[in-house]
C-alpha cells in the first residue's frame, strides 16, 4: 500500500506545482487544477486530479486499473471489517505496473 500512497503524493505534489506555476505545461491542465485550487482550497480529491489528467491524455484503462487500486488502499486504510470487491489482486508487481503505466503517460514526469 505504501506504492500507492507514494504515488498520491507525487501526483498531488505536481498538482500543487502547476497551480503555483513552478510547472506551467501543459496550459488546459494547469487551467483546470487551478479551478479545482478555487473550489475545494486545500483537500482537493485525488479523483478530481486524476479526472483532469484522464481527460488531457485519454487512456481511461489505465486510470481505471489505478484508481481501483486507490479503493482498496482506502478500504484497507479506514475500514475495519472491509471485504476484498475487486477483479485484481493487490499485489506490489501488480500495483507497481499499474504505477508505472500511469505515470508512464503524463507530460513531465519522471520516467518509472
Do not use: N
Not at 501526483?11 to 487551467?31: G, M, N, Q, S, Y
Not at 486524476?50 to 486504510?77: K, N
Amino acid at each position: 500500500m505504501a506504492l500507492l500512497a507514494s504515488c498520491e503524493a507525487l501526483l498531488r505534489v505536481d498538482f500543487w506545482e502547476r497551480v503555483d506555476r513552478i510547472k506551467k505545461e501543459p496550459r488546459l491542465v494547469r487551467a483546470r487544477f487551478k479551478e479545482l485550487a478555487d473550489q475545494y482550497a486545500e483537500r482537493v480529491p485525488l479523483e478530481d486530479i486524476l479526472e483532469v489528467w484522464s481527460d488531457h491524455v485519454g487512456r481511461p484503462e489505465r486510470f481505471a486499473a489505478f484508481q481501483e487500486y486507490l479503493r482498496v488502499r482506502h478500504g484497507r486504510a479506514h475500514g475495519r471489517y472491509w471485504s476484498l470487491k475487486t477483479a485484481r489482486k493487490p499485489e506490489p508487481p501488480d500495483m507497481l505496473y499499474v504505477i508505472r503505466s500511469l505515470l508512464a503517460v503524463l507530460p513531465d514526469f519522471p520516467a518509472p
